[in-house]
């Protein structure tokens, strides 16, 4: 049986050229992604693209996509040396990944530890306040609708995901939270929040899709010293100020 998320001491040889690459399946805000030889595997290639407001700001930023694709393999192999499964299979070069084909649960999982943003404005919270306990958040992955936040009820009554698959949802989000505000400490980071996404494997035999793997689409926002500031993800951030490995 597979597990949940992808992983990184995972390789393969692709048939025909070295990566197998196909034609491209999808492009999204921040990436590409292309079919390869194996129908189990895809080809993620990060842009330079920066987007704001679900696309509604757009702009360019030099070699984003090599940080982006570097920074999110780093976490990931993190993240695996720590039991959390994840999607990745093998860095291939500065802007691509081979990576697990996934069934991707529609929800952006939302992790907070202090007030910040869109949670300050809703609630009325001073802006860097501590929470007393750490928010998970859900959203409904639809940009047309702006990424509604639901809650559990609504998943289930939309049979987005099953009371089991978002109990294992929520345990690894804590559980990456807990991982990565280590991680970043160490570096002089302090994790504000960040959003993960979550992608289903199938079965060995099987095309139905049974375990989650957390993704590198995460977001987030980090704080270095007394300021607040805003980023693709937390890890990006750090990587922009050459803090990439401990």
Do not use: C
Not at 178 to 206: H, V, W
Not at 213 to 233: D, E, F, H, I
């Amino acid at each position: 049986m597979r597990t949940i998320i992808g992983r990184f001491k995972y390789f393969r040889t692709l048939g025909g050229n070295r990566n197998g690459k196909k034609g491209q399946l999808y492009e999204g805000k921040a990436k590409k992604v292309f079919a390869t030889d194996d129908p189990n595997a895809y080809i993620v290639s990060y842009k330079d693209d920066a987007t704001a407001f679900n696309g509604q700001k757009k702009g360019t930023i030099a070699e984003k996509g090599i940080i982006n694709n570097k920074v999110s393999n780093h976490l990931m192999k993190m993240l695996e040396e720590n039991g959390i499964p994840t999607h990745l299979i093998e860095e291939l070069s500065d802007r691509e990944t081979l990576v697990k084909k996934v069934t991707i649960v529609p929800l952006e999982v939302i992790v907070r530890n202090i007030a910040a943003g869109s949670l300050s404005k809703r609630l009325g919270l001073p802006e860097g306040k501590k929470l007393a306990k750490t928010v998970l958040e859900y959203s409904y992955k639809d940009d047309e609708l702006g990424d509604p936040m639901i809650n559990d009820y609504h998943v289930f009554a939309m049979e987005l995901a099953t009371p089991e698959e978002l109990k294992t949802i929520a345990g690894y989000a804590f559980k990456i939270n807990d991982l990565l505000a280590a991680y970043l400490k160490d570096l002089g980071i302090e994790l504000i929040d960040f959003k993960l996404e979550f992608g289903k494997t199938p079965t060995a035999g099987s095309s139905s899709p049974t375990k989650f793997r957390p993704t590198p689409a995460a977001s987030g926002t980090a704080r270095r010293a007394k300021s607040l500031t805003r980023t693709v993800s937390a890890a990006t951030w750090a990587a922009s100020k050459g803090r990439t490995t401990k």
